[in-house]
């Protein structure tokens, strides 16, 4: 039975362990998570070294395990956790079984033992951080998803809140929930603070980059990440997906070429640590280079194939699917492509509400699009969308908002290559609303001058050329705004 020194963790909760230094290091991996830095797994693995009967330890192995999309790792460490478990607290002993649920892919019953759990412990920081991870993966099963995601976990977070103060771990991941339910400003000052107290924190930096995407700051956003990325360990996955917001900032400035060397250096699968970040990043961000400017490399499609093939096998987490079908999509795969259909209609067929409302549609209307159907496309993926694209039926695969606009992209995209020009002009106008943008102003230039609209066109192309001042001059995206230009002048 462990025995515990008294030791405190960094909120005050009691840990079991009769060793201080299993004790020291526990803390040090917890915080290491939280900040999404490098070394958390190393931290924890020591703190079994000193002492091999610490079912805590166990259970932050199975968090990174999880984190890192090694799920029969994660599996054996929470189970080692649970055999462990017998005279921890009973705090302890809630955590440890919402890391198993979550292990064992049931998200949703993870979920809401993490729910109870906080209301009796809101100090457990670890619960609050692998709650908002669930809730952002879409509770990471096959299911129906988290409908009323991000404000379900702002309300998570403002209830535990106060019983934090100006804890650097909170005020960031609080940060997140902010700004995805588009308080901006707050968000900026909390991921401000947070990163003043601990410099190192990945997760401010992180909502700091998602308040300059919210607000249409692709210069400002880009300058902060390409100073602060440096100073941070290469070695973490989280360096793969801030390098990857640094490169749609640079693509939002029309900068091809710059993006495409952040791919090649910080984000390709073949020369960073493979995890889930890698692939949903590198599909997105080549699935855009491809659908702007045609710009997607041909010989990275291999290997972004070969790490989605498990979604072609099987159903899996949403999150990871819709991007695995971008990753097809993007190479051409179509035999890949058409077996994750296969698979997401057998689970609409099971009753699977998540495949029969938000995945297979999805997935179908990507197919679509890449086979030029754009009609067909825009009819599977419009009923996704609602008014405002942060809280709409696409929410229940998870991610950010600005992980999700690739969709929403795509859904313009397809507007306009199936001659709905009206409907793209809604969709653009509304999101002209929220930040300033050249592409949208782009893509409104098109809609415009489809419709025979002159002066609007003609207003619209000098907004683009004026936000694209510095773009690459050899991008197919830039040579169609001055042919555009010409046509219109």
Not at 25 to 39: A, K, R, T, W
Not at 62 to 90: E, F, I, N, P
Not at 372 to 384: F, H, K, S
């Amino acid at each position: 039975m462990p025995e515990s020194t008294g030791t405190m963790d960094r909120y005050g909760l009691p840990i079991s362990t009769s060793s201080t230094k299993a004790a020291d290091n526990l803390v040090e991996g917890v915080d290491l998570l939280l900040e999404q830095n490098f070394g958390p797994e190393q931290s924890f693995h020591q703190a079994v070294e000193a002492d091999e009967g610490f079912a805590l330890a166990y259970a932050g192995l199975a968090y990174v395990y999880m984190a890192g999309g090694k799920v029969a790792d994660a599996r054996k460490a929470a189970q080692q956790a649970q055999s462990l478990a017998a005279g921890t607290t009973r705090r302890e002993q809630q955590q440890i079984e919402a890391m198993a649920l979550w292990a064992n892919g049931k998200g949703p019953e993870s979920l809401a033992v993490i729910q109870q759990h906080l209301a009796e412990f809101p100090r457990d920081m670890l619960m609050v951080r692998v709650a908002q991870r669930l809730y952002l993966m879409g509770c990471s099963s096959v299911g129906a998803g988290v409908d009323n995601y991000p404000q379900a976990l702002f309300a998570l977070m403002k209830s535990v809140a106060p019983e934090y103060g100006d804890d650097w771990a909170f005020q960031g991941q609080y940060a997140f929930a902010h700004h995805e339910n588009g308080l901006l400003d707050n968000a900026l000052k909390l991921a401000e603070r947070s990163l003043a107290q601990r410099p190192t924190n990945a997760v401010a930096s992180h909502s700091i980059a998602h308040v300059y995407f919210e607000r249409g700051d692709a210069s400002g956003g880009a300058d902060f990440l390409a100073k602060w990325l440096p100073g941070f360990d290469d070695r973490a996955s989280y360096h793969v997906h801030l390098s990857w917001h640094l490169a749609l900032f640079e693509l939002a400035r029309g900068h091809y070429q710059k993006s495409l060397e952040l791919y090649d250096s910080n984000i390709r699968p073949s020369v960073v640590a493979k995890s889930p970040l890698s692939l949903t990043d590198s599909a997105s961000l080549l699935w855009r280079l491809q659908m702007y400017g045609g710009a997607a490399p041909a010989e990275v499609m291999g290997e972004l194939c070969a790490q989605a093939a498990p979604a072609a096998e099987k159903p899996g987490p949403a999150f990871r699917d819709s991007h695995a079908a971008l990753a097809f999509a993007v190479a051409g795969d179509d035999r890949s492509l058409g077996s994750m259909m296969d698979g997401l209609r057998a689970a609409a067929g099971n009753g699977d509400k998540l495949a029969v409302e938000v995945m297979l549609p999805l997935v179908q209307a990507i197919s679509a699009f890449v086979h030029q159907d754009y009609g067909e496309a825009v009819r599977l993926m419009e009923p996704l969308f609602g008014q405002d694209a942060r809280y709409d039926q696409l929410c229940r695969v998870g991610g950010s908002h600005a992980q999700r606009e690739v969709f929403e992209d795509t859904l313009m995209e397809a507007y306009l290559r199936a001659g709905q020009f009206e409907k793209a002009e809604g969709l653009l106008n509304n999101r002209l609303k929220r930040r300033e943008s050249p592409r949208d102003m782009f893509w409104l230039a098109r809609a415009q001058e489809a419709d025979g609209d002159r002066g609007g066109a003609e207003s619209s192309i000098r907004q683009a050329r004026d936000g694209w001042h510095d773009a690459d001059s050899s991008s197919r995206e830039t040579a169609a705004l001055t042919g555009l230009a010409e046509r219109v002048g």
